[in-house]
């Protein structure tokens, strides 16, 4: 008798099969729940496709305003120390202290130093006073060492081999700590961008989510073209569609501006790395920092169009959540509740 019973079932086609499993409930019954199972799963993947779709917007613009202008604002501040301390050099060995506008070079160099650390002052958590004292004693020492002392040598070479201490000195230098400063910064660029563990749980219950809505509104299309005699619903139809939206056009945008951001954390580490190398001439090695640095803002630039993605994903959550309850809502209303 069950291999009678199965092989009937599977003679069957699929829609002879849930007519006959849906036969014992009530249309009214099933329709309501349906509704209801709609409203849950909507409410559920709009909410996690809304703090999915936040979260990405918010690493990248905390990466725009933040940690990209501080990663390169400590990267010129290094290379224009450096930069200084090499213009003096030559104006010494050149024996050009004196000429009009002799030393105007790494004087600006100085003070581009300085305003790149102010600048990035409140785009950084990390402590600058240091570094910026560091900064204050070793420009005195370069200014002394070109300008007041340049008819006493011996002063002149103490103060610039001073200079040069203060730099260069291992694990206290400036140069060697503005480096510190560039890693942690680095590290905490790439977090901001890094999709974590709970972000990535919220996609997967989003598009989980989706699918099962997308499967329930065709369940729902079903039963009422089978037991209500109806064509398609259009208020389904239409939540079918913005369903299926909302499951890819969010997702590849996030894909998208995931890949940008990568593409910028490498060339964010171009610009470290050029900055702590000994090879390239500080002022050639400041040519390739600005070149990749305009390369960055562009791709910071070219992302812009994800906000308007995420506000569309949010304003077709609000919709996917009414047009379901519209489709099932009047229909029950018309057929059911009005009788009662």
């Known amino acids: 008798m069950t291999t009678e019973r199965a092989a009937f079932w599977r003679r069957l086609s699929p829609a002879a099969f849930w007519r006959r499993r849906l036969r014992p ?29 936040r979260q990405a917007q918010h690493g990248a613009e905390a990466l725009a305003s933040r940690e990209a202008p501080a990663v390169q604002g400590l990267a010129a501040t290094r290379l224009a120390a450096l930069r200084a301390n090499q213009e003096a050099h030559a104006l010494v060995e050149m024996d050009l202290i004196g000429v009009a506008g002799s030393g105007e070079t790494y004087r600006s160099q100085l003070s581009a130093a300085d305003q790149g650390l102010s ?3 409140d785009r950084t958590d990390q ?5 910026k004292g560091l900064l204050a004693t070793y420009s005195d020492s370069l200014s002394l060492g070109t300008s007041r002392y340049r008819d006493q040598p011996l002063m002149q070479e103490q103060k610039l081999v001073e200079a040069d201490s203060l730099l260069t000195r291992e694990g206290v230098g400036l140069a060697p700590r503005l480096k510190a400063l560039q890693q942690v910064q680095m590290k905490h660029a790439e977090a901001t961008v890094t999709m974590g563990r709970w972000q990535r749980g919220g996609w997967w219950l989003a598009e989980l989510s989706l699918v099962l809505v997308a499967l329930t509104l065709l369940s729902a299309l079903f039963v009422l073209r089978d037991r209500c005699g109806r064509d398609w619903n259009p208020y389904l139809l239409a939540a079918f569609v913005l369903t299926v939206l909302l499951a ?9 501006t995931q890949d940008d951001l990568d593409g910028v954390i490498g060339d964010l580490w171009q610009i470290t790395e050029t900055s702590w190398q000994s090879g390239p001439e500080p002022a050639e090695a400041q040519q390739s920092v600005t070149e990749v640095s305009e390369g ?9 169009w994800t906000d308007r993605v995420y506000r569309g994903a949010l304003v077709g959550s609000l919709l996917a959540i009414v047009l379901p309850a ?4 009047l229909r029950l209303d018309n057929d059911y509740w009005r009788r009662r």
């Open 127 to 131: 402590d600058l006073g240091t570094v």
């Open 119 to 121: 600048r990035i002052a």
């Open 248 to 256: 890819v056009v969010p997702l590849m945008a996030t894909s998208s």
């Open 25 to 53: 409930w009530r249309t009214r019954r099933l329709l309501e729940v349906h509704l209801l199972v709609l409203f849950l799963l909507t409410a559920v993947a709009s909410t996690a496709l809304f703090l999915s779709c």
């Open 326 to 329: 519209l489709g099932l809502g």
């Open 296 to 304: 960055v803002r562009q791709k910071m630039a070219d992302g812009a």
